[in-house]
């Protein structure tokens, strides 16, 4: 997988459709010098063109500058020539920054390293090219690790900073990647943005010599954007196109950028946010970047989703969850919000049990002393037993007996000043000095770069967790950090506070999953938040969005399954009328949307009417049979896009085999005098016969009869229990008529023949 050609200096990492090349130039520069479809060669160093002015430095020192400036670097340096974006930046001690670096060695090894203390990727088999940088002058030693996989065409790379000097120096940037693309030209940079119960939106920007910047500043990678920066060639669509992903497993402040410079290249760097990061590096003492995921298709956006998918599943998701049948949920939060008690959370237990629901999920208030409204409590990880007498044992107890298994909500890093945790330790919490920390959602941040609040936190759900046997945790983080002032931190190390907190949220989830090994965490951070490769190492699931409407789940879903295997995200059927927008969806519509997703739902189960209740059993049967394995092995293809065309959305999900699909199609609003849809489906066997079957779970009452009354005509234009041929269905497409209702939705099953 890793070559190394020692006449040309060059090294060639290939995945089994993609190559990636670097040489050295000069004796010690280390420039790009391709990335791309598979190439045979390994000999590429000409595309350095450092056979063109201003040339090498040992052939014409009298531009040493702006040879550094022009260069392809594979880690460039800020301060000694190159004004392009840096990726690594070291103050020392007169306050100067500028450093460069030189080629020292290299080595090639089976396997792939951890990264102490980081999330990453993992799996055999794998190979990892080490090659170690120098800067004589500053004496710091980068070591530039580079992975391939043999079946997934990803390349990781991480960076290891050595300080091996008598100098304390101070890092002030440790980017994980750069990456300089030659020839650009009419190319698209794709970033992320959005807001709470609107996140993961794509946006693609036309690539220039301005620079597009996608960040975060708030202690997670946030609603309004994710941790990745793509380029895209011009109208690449999901089926074609060019498209280059760079994604970062991290879930702290992030920094991508992309700029093409006046030589028409386009450097894409993406790392950790220098804005809120100095890092003390004593004499002997090294840093380790978070590791960034590299992948190319030529198969436009959908190659990138595919290839992605299949690289999480299987090289980030734990395995003890990635290909793992997980619960089927209900949540009580939106049915019951902090209104609750054991007789309550016992009658909806009873009815998801009769239904099928495998777990229960005590949302928010369960706690501490009175955690009636978000006010308080918050950092007293006890079970309030005025609320639920017997606590969480008698809980759990009683829903054995239901056949059911008990998930606790928790809010760790968070403590509100009415709690006792705030009361014994306010030095916990991040403050400025001479400052009150703001509020939001009434409530401060724990400072998790403080050992001893780590250790609390973990002591304190730890002991709940033995206390009873809790199957599921829902992590939650209901605002970003502010206020980033830490009592613990000496004064010298106070930029460090946003890393180390990471570092403890790390800490706490991989010590709570190495001690209990069985336990199912799912992320959430306000909604989607927090969604990212970082905390899908330790959450094979994450909640996508607080907002479960199905017409806005749509458009999320879009740019969450951009980047994610759809088993990551977290998805119920939530009420009739939608809390949060106030619309009114079909029962039908909203349980095809949920389980495009790991499934559940978040509603009072014991208020439904008789009749949806009798449905719900065939809901789940449904979903474990079919949709789960789909969904936990198979492929994506987006097939239209609601946020595109406003009318309406269709995804499709294909066993490995080619064996089995399920065609999912949601309409928007009615029209009058309309047509039916044309959707072409892909990943199909063009030469197998499929059946076709539309399924029927059943709808709610009142729009049962106006279906029957107003449906245009059959939903697969006549087709229902018919046949057709995978390049039929492909090539000349199916047709799905036009239902006069708002938000209906329908779902089709595919079985080879």
């Known amino acids: 997988m ?24 000069d004796g010690k520069y280390l420039p790009h010098v391709y990335y791309g479809k598979s190439v045979s060669d390994t000999d590429l160093s000409y595309l ?26 594979e880690y460039p340096c800020s301060g000694t020539g190159d004004s392009r974006e840096a990726a690594i930046s070291i103050e020392n001690e007169a306050g100067q920054e500028g450093l460069e670096l030189t080629f020292r060695s290299f080595r090639i090894i089976d396997g792939k390293p951890a990264l102490p203390g980081l999330p ?59 990456l300089d693309l030659p020839e650009a030209g009419g190319e698209e940079v794709l970033t992320f943005s959005g807001t709470w119960a609107r996140e993961h939106r794509p946006v693609r920007t036309p690539a220039g010599p301005t620079a597009i910047v996608t960040k975060s500043l708030r202690g997670e990678s946030g609603h309004d954007g994710q941790p990745f920066i793509g380029l895209l060639s011009e109208n690449a669509d999901y089926e074609n196109g060019k498209v280059y992903g760079l994604h970062l497993v991290y879930s702290g402040d992030y920094f991508g950028s992309a700029r093409v410079n006046p030589f028409a290249s386009n450097r894409l760097a993406l790392g950790i946010n220098p804005d809120h990061f100095r890092w003390k590096l004593l004499p002997g003492a090294d840093f380790q970047t978070p590791e960034a995921v590299l992948t190319y298709s030529d198969a436009g956006l959908g190659g990138m989703s595919r290839t992605l998918h299949d690289f999480y599943r299987r090289h980030l998701i734990r395995q003890r969850w990635a290909f793992e049948n997980r619960p089927v949920l209900i949540n009580n939060w939106e049915a019951t919000y902090f209104d609750f008690n054991t007789e309550k959370l016992l009658s909806i237990a009873e009815e998801a049990s009769k239904a099928g629901i495998d777990l229960l999920v005590v949302d928010d208030g369960w706690f501490g002393h009175d955690r009636s409204e978000p006010s308080g409590s918050l950092g007293d990880w006890f079970v309030n037993e005025q609320k639920l007498p017997g606590g969480v044992h008698y809980l759990s107890q009683k829903l054995h007996e239901n056949n059911m298994k008990l998930g606790l909500w928790f809010e760790p890093e968070m403590v509100s000043e009415n709690s006792d945790l705030y009361r014994a330790h306010p030095d916990w919490v991040l403050k400025l000095h001479g400052r009150q920390p703001a509020r939001c959602r009434d409530q401060y941040v724990l400072d998790f770069s403080n050992p001893d609040a780590v250790n609390y936190i973990i002591l304190s759900i730890e002991k709940i967790l033995k206390s009873a046997p809790v199957a599921y945790l829902k992590w939650d983080m209901n605002r970003p950090l502010c206020d980033a002032g830490s009592a613990y931190l000496p004064v010298d190390q106070q930029g460090e506070l946003w890393h180390r907190h990471v570092l403890g949220l790390y800490r706490i989830q991989e010590t709570l999953l190495s001690d209990f090994p069985d336990l199912l965490i799912e992320n959430c951070s306000s909604g989607g938040a927090r969604f990212d490769p970082g905390m899908l190492y330790y959450s094979p699931q994450i909640w996508t969005s607080d907002d479960m409407d199905p017409i806005e789940r749509a458009m999320i879903n879009e740019g969450t399954e951009l980047l994610y295997p759809v088993s990551a995200m977290g998805s119920h059927v939530c009420k009739e009328r939608n809390d949060i927008t106030g619309r009114r969806v079909p029962l039908a519509t909203r349980v095809f949307s949920a389980m495009i997703g790991s499934f559940g739902y978040e509603l009072d189960i014991t208020e439904l009417p008789a009749e949806e209740k009798t449905l719900l059993p065939g809901q789940i049967a449904f979903y474990e049979k079919v949709m789960r394995p789909l969904i936990l092995f198979g492929d994506y293809y987006r097939l239209a896009s609601l946020a595109d065309n406003g009318r309406y959305d269709a995804v499709e999900l294909v066993s490995k085999d080619r064996s089995e699909a399920i065609v999912f199609f949601l309409q928007g609003l009615a029209q009058p005098n309309a047509k039916s849809t044309l959707i072409r489906l892909q990943g199909l066997n063009p030469e197998v016969a499929y059946l076709l079957e539309k399924v029927d779970l059943g709808t709610d009452a009142d729009s049962a009869s106006h279906e029957k009354d107003f449906t245009d005509g059959p939903a697969l234009g006549g087709l229902d229990g018919g046949r057709l041929h995978g390049d039929t269905l492909m090539g000349a497409g199916l047709h799905v008529e036009h239902v006069r209702e708002d938000f209906w939705s329908t779902m089709i099953h595919l079985v080879k023949e």
């Open 2 to 25: 890793i070559t190394y050609n020692e006449k040309a200096k060059t090294w060639k990492l290939d995945t089994p459709h993609t190559s990636y090349i670097c040489a050295l130039a």
């Open 48 to 73: 350095t063109r450092t056979d063109e002015g201003p040339f090498v430095p040992s052939v014409n020192p009298a531009e040493k500058q702006g040879f550094l400036d022009v260069c392809p670097m």
């Open 120 to 178: 990453a990727s993992f799996g055999e088999p794998c190979q990892t090219l080490v090659i170690t940088m120098e800067d004589t002058i500053l004496h710091i030693a980068v070591e530039l690790f580079y992975t391939v996989f043999d079946d997934v065409d990803v390349l990781t790379r991480s960076t290891r900073i050595i300080n091996e000097g008598e100098e304390t120096l101070f890092l002030t940037r440790a980017l994980s990647v750069s």
